[in-house]
């Protein structure tokens, strides 16, 4: 049975980047040092918001101000840490971040003082992340070429959790399930905890859904383009 997906003319699931990019780009005009290059996912902070990187190939903070400061950056060279930065999510023990990396397969954290450690380089190619529970977290993957969802550890032990063609964004869907884009399918699919797969909503009006999130009333927002 299809779930009601309110696709709200696809607005950007991202909009908040729009707007701390702005905010960013303000203070540089004063002489700032730190930019925004390529962001590609954001998590609230204390007092603003962590921002993913792809070409600055790192984590960035950005206050309510439009002030940016480096958390951590890779090298920028091809199969070092951090060069495929494309995803971010709150570590599920609150001890920094989780970031996953599909230029080096990999998932690693990010201390809140900016120390990098890595979880695991057995991943293919990461695009999302959600919480499992408070040791482990659920990384969608473009496996293989067709694509799963994988259950990650934070010690680092690495299964698929279901099997899913194309995987993009992954969000808890607050009934103790998860959902995840398909871009593949042009579909959003529902995971339960024990790993089995319900379809809410595929075809018409998705045409390359990529993200989304879960809204207070119970709705989805996709991005599309």
């Not at 400061?69 to 090298?75: C, D, E, K, L, S």
């Amino acid at each position: 049975m299809e779930k009601s997906i309110r696709p709200t003319d696809l607005v950007g699931l991202r909009i908040a980047i729009a707007v701390i990019v702005l905010a960013a780009t303000q203070s540089l005009a004063h002489g700032q040092e730190n930019a925004l290059v390529y962001p590609v996912d954001i998590v609230a902070n204390d007092n603003g918001w962590v921002i993913a990187d792809f070409k600055a190939h790192g984590l960035l903070a950005v206050d309510e101000d439009g002030n940016v400061a480096t958390i951590v950056q890779g090298p920028g060279l091809p199969r070092t840490p951090l060069y495929g930065t494309r995803a971010i999510l709150q570590a599920p023990d609150d001890d920094g971040w989780l970031v996953a990396d599909p230029g080096t397969f990999a998932l690693y954290r990010v201390s809140r003082d900016g120390t990098l450690s890595t979880i695991t380089t057995n991943l293919d190619i990461p695009q999302g992340l959600t919480r499992f529970d408070d040791n482990s977290v659920l990384v969608s993957d473009l496996r293989s070429g067709i694509g799963a969802v994988m259950h990650v550890t934070l010690d680092g032990t690495v299964s698929v959790f279901a099997e899913i063609d194309s995987p993009k964004g992954i969000v808890q869907d607050g009934e103790n399930g998860f959902v995840v884009v398909s871009h593949g399918d042009r579909a959003l699919y529902r995971l339960s905890r024990d790993g089995s797969v319900s379809t809410l909503h595929k075809g018409e009006p998705f045409d390359f859904p990529h993200d989304l999130v879960r809204l207070p009333d119970g709705s989805f927002m996709v991005t599309d383009g």
